[in-house]
């Protein structure tokens, strides 16, 4: 069993940058693939980047290439979303999780396993 805990949400201006942390307990997050997905107020919850186990691999939501970039420290058992040039747009609660199944990365919900309690991210204009 895998326990997340994400952190390094907050307020930001527009054209700011936050980096979050999903760090890991329980067991070492290095062999699992991880995602982080987000949820924006009366929406559904979505992808938002996957980094494969060992982090030579990452994929990213077409509409945040660019801007976002997700990395991982397995030594600190740590992934990590960092976020530059914030939009009104990127508010919401940002969860991350480890799959136990994907064998490389995964972009769908049903693939991942293991979730964080989320951090709020709220970006004013």
């Known amino acids: 069993q895998v326990q997340l805990v994400e952190s390094g949400g907050g307020l930001v201006q527009a054209g700011g940058s936050l980096r979050l942390s999903c760090a890991a307990s329980?067991?070492?997050?290095?062999?699992?693939?991880v995602g982080w997905f987000r949820q924006a107020p009366g929406k559904e919850r979505v992808f938002v980047a996957a980094?494969?186990?060992?982090?030579?691999?990452?994929y990213y939501a077409d509409s945040l290439k660019g801007r976002f970039t997700i990395s991982r420290d397995n030594a600190k058992n740590t992934v990590y979303l960092q976020m530059n040039n914030l939009k009104p747009e990127d508010t919401a609660v940002y969860y991350c999780?480890?799959?136990?199944?994907?064998?490389?990365?995964?972009?769908?919900?049903?693939?991942?396993?293991?979730w964080g309690q989320g951090t709020q991210v709220t970006v004013s204009s």
């Open positions: 329980g067991r070492t997050l290095s062999t699992y693939p």
């Open positions: 999780s480890a799959s136990n199944t994907a064998q490389a990365m995964a972009v769908r919900e049903y693939e991942y396993d293991y």
């Open positions: 980094i494969s186990w060992s982090g030579a691999s990452t």
